[in-house]
């Protein structure tokens, strides 16, 4: 790693990562507003996912909120340019900014409509992959629930007896 400082008060300007074998090829560039990565597919292969181990914003409120696993690539920030659906901008690390949080009750109704109906599961994706839609790809969350989920034993019918 190079760090370039500025000269009056040694702030650090620029982070410029280089490879390790003979060649040194610059991989990645950091400065303000920028972040120059030279393989974007590190944030598509698999979706990115080798990258969530590094994606801390949420633990905060792991134990009030939840959220289904994300198979994604990040949402943001790709570039603007309607011919570049897939390219990231060099703006900012990719990250995923858009994301969708449950209550741990609507998590349990959620969870136990997709085990009492094993045909429809959960649907927790971006929109328009290939597509620019801005620098951000919205995502959506599809289920199914039940009529009477999360009223206990409202699926039960009840009946009096008049005497």
Not at 10 to 35: G, P, T
Request: net charge negative.
């Amino acid at each position: 790693m190079q760090t370039i400082r500025i000269a009056d008060t040694n702030e650090v300007d620029k982070l410029i990562f280089r490879e390790s074998d003979n060649d040194r090829k610059v991989i990645l560039r950091l400065e303000k507003k920028l972040f120059e990565y030279f393989n974007q597919d590190v944030f598509r292969d698999n979706n990115g996912t080798a990258l969530l181990q590094f994606d801390k914003e949420f633990s905060a409120f792991k134990d009030r909120l939840f959220e289904l696993e994300i198979s994604f690539p990040p949402s943001y920030p790709y570039s603007e340019d309607s011919n570049q659906g897939k390219q990231y901008m060099n703006t900012r690390c990719p990250a995923w900014c858009d994301r969708i949080l449950l209550s741990h009750s609507a998590k349990e109704i959620i969870l136990k409509s997709e085990n009492d109906d094993k045909s429809f599961t959960y649907t927790y994706d971006n929109i328009g992959s290939n597509v620019c839609m801005g620098d951000h790809k919205p995502v959506f969350l599809s289920f199914r629930i039940a009529a009477w989920a999360g009223k206990p034993n409202a699926n039960m019918h009840k009946c009096c007896v008049v005497q």
